[in-house]
């Protein structure tokens, strides 16, 4: 189920007259994060090359 769109507007004039209209949507899934704990990746220091 899609829950949330983002929908952007386009508008191309020529010498002021409006020649074209665009419109684009993005569908976004709906979130199922169930709260919790994250687990994290350790980080590791980085090892020197010489």
Not at 26 to 38: D, E, L, R, Y
Request: with cysteine.
């Amino acid at each position: 189920m899609q829950q949330k769109h983002t929908v952007e507007f386009a508008v191309t004039r020529k010498n002021g007259v409006v020649t074209q209209i665009g419109k684009s949507s993005i569908s976004q899934p709906k979130t199922a994060f169930k709260g919790g704990a994250v687990k994290w990746y350790a980080d590791k220091p980085k090892k020197e090359c010489r």
